[in-house]
């Protein structure tokens, strides 16, 4: 499915954070399971945080994408980003699934795919920005 997202994507929308965000988080939210999201919060806990290629070609695609929107050249900056929107992510998911249980609003995926580009592309902290100038 995630393939498919990224092949259907044309033009300005490869250049667009929600588009890739939008290929991490719709699949996830459409599994249609009372539990998976809660699942995959816990269960991340112990998964490698690193992808490669065994793990599908999508992901170090889109991963590597979403690397390029953070305003920094800090390679290690950019991956304790990638990695803190991933928990992020599931985070929302499993909260989203919970409220949902419960009968409550729980909002839309693409109301997790605005607040995770929010913190994906929030500018870097002084430190880091001057940081990242020197070790790029």
């Known amino acids: ?6 092949d259907e994507l044309e033009g300005d929308a490869r250049d667009d954070v929600r588009a890739w965000l939008r290929i991490m988080v719709l699949p996830f939210a459409g599994v249609g399971s009372p539990y998976y999201a809660r699942f995959l919060q816990a269960a991340s806990m112990h998964l490698r945080a690193d992808v490669d ?4 070609p999508v992901w170090p695609k889109v991963l590597e994408r979403l690397a390029l929107a953070i305003p920094t050249d800090d390679r290690h900056a950019r991956s304790r980003r990638v990695s803190a929107i991933a928990t992020t992510m599931f985070a929302l998911l499993a909260e989203r699934e919970r409220l ?5 609003d729980a909002g839309s995926p693409e109301e997790i795919v605005v607040m995770l580009a929010a ?4 500018p870097m902290p002084a430190d880091v920005a001057s940081a990242g100038a020197s070790s790029g």
């Open 100 to 104: 949902a249980e419960a009968g409550a």
């Open 119 to 122: 913190a994906l592309t929030a």
């Open 1 to 6: 499915e995630r393939a498919q997202m990224v």
């Open 53 to 56: 290629e065994s793990q599908g």
